[in-house]
């Protein structure tokens, strides 16, 4: 009886947080329909609600943004825009902050967060998992050796961890991609790989 409950539990939990998290999602996203005019929302046109239009919405205004940024009267304008931005007091402030650390993480540029590594951590004797980021040109000059940034992300919260240097010889480069390695993370060990993102048969006695 037990282990026919666990094996349920097994099943059913992460795909109702997975329902749960998709309909949040959906939900959320559909609200940026109230930011078009009246008459041009979707209930003036469909005879009943069609969950997930805000997403399509959201994906053509985000790929419509892309294609004017990329050419040069569009980077010129935001260019100036976002300069005018960062003059605004606390707003500009926070833009900054936001906007680097989104740049880190979402260009293709640079090997921030490319490689996957091991650091010793929390004392010698442990090895932890860590992204290597990149360093300061001022931290940079200060040391003698080669020294590489990396972020160590906490268990089971990964946005959250602590910013190091440390010298590259005492790393291990992995050949994990940063996927794996967030999974592995997020699941605290217990799915490390793609292969092991199995249902498990509960095994107890």
Same mark, same amino acid.
């Given at each position: 009886?037990?282990?026919?409950?666990?094996?349920?539990?097994?099943?059913?939990?992460?795909?109702?947080?997975?329902?749960?998290?998709?309909?949040?999602?959906?939900?959320?996203?559909?609200?940026?329909?109230?930011?078009?005019?009246?008459?041009?929302?979707?209930?003036?046109?469909?005879?009943?609600? %069609?969950? *997930?239009?805000?997403?399509?919405?959201?994906? +053509? $205004?985000?790929?419509? !943004?892309?294609?004017?940024?990329? #050419?040069? @009267?569009?980077?010129?304008?935001?260019?100036?825009?976002?300069?005018?931005?960062?003059?605004?007091?606390?707003?500009?402030?926070?833009?900054?902050?936001?906007?680097?650390?989104?740049?880190?993480?979402?260009?293709?540029?640079?090997?921030?967060?490319?490689?996957?590594?091991?650091?010793?951590?929390?004392?010698?004797?442990?090895?932890?998992?860590?992204?290597?980021?990149?360093?300061?040109?001022? %931290?940079? *000059?200060?040391?003698?050796?080669?020294?590489? +940034? $990396?972020?160590?992300? !906490?268990?089971?919260?990964?946005? #959250?961890? @602590?910013?190091?240097?440390?010298?590259?010889?005492?790393?291990?480069?992995?050949?994990?991609?940063?996927?794996?390695?967030?999974?592995?993370?997020?699941?605290?060990?217990?799915?490390?790989?793609?292969?092991?993102?199995?249902?498990?048969?509960?095994?107890?006695?």
């Amino acid at each position: 009886m037990k282990k026919f409950l666990v094996t349920g539990l097994l099943v059913w939990v992460p795909l109702g947080i997975t329902i749960w998290v998709l309909n949040l999602t959906i939900t959320t996203m559909d609200r940026t329909l109230l930011l078009l005019p009246q008459h041009w929302q979707p209930v003036n046109f469909l005879p009943f609600p %069609v969950p *997930g239009l805000g997403i399509i919405l959201t994906f +053509a $205004v985000v790929l419509l !943004t892309g294609l004017l940024i990329r #050419n040069v @009267f569009g980077q010129r304008l935001w260019a100036a825009s976002e300069k005018g931005m960062l003059h605004i007091p606390f707003f500009g402030n926070i833009y900054k902050g936001v906007k680097q650390v989104s740049d880190t993480l979402l260009s293709g540029s640079g090997n921030s967060f490319r490689k996957v590594l091991l650091v010793r951590y929390p004392h010698p004797e442990a090895w932890s998992l860590a992204f290597q980021t990149n360093v300061p040109n001022e %931290v940079a *000059g200060r040391f003698d050796d080669e020294y590489v +940034a $990396v972020f160590i992300p !906490t268990t089971p919260s990964p946005v #959250n961890g @602590f910013y190091f240097f440390v010298r590259k010889v005492d790393t291990i480069v992995l050949d994990m991609t940063v996927d794996v390695a967030l999974r592995s993370i997020v699941s605290m060990g217990v799915v490390s790989d793609v292969s092991s993102a199995q249902y498990p048969t509960a095994n107890i006695s």
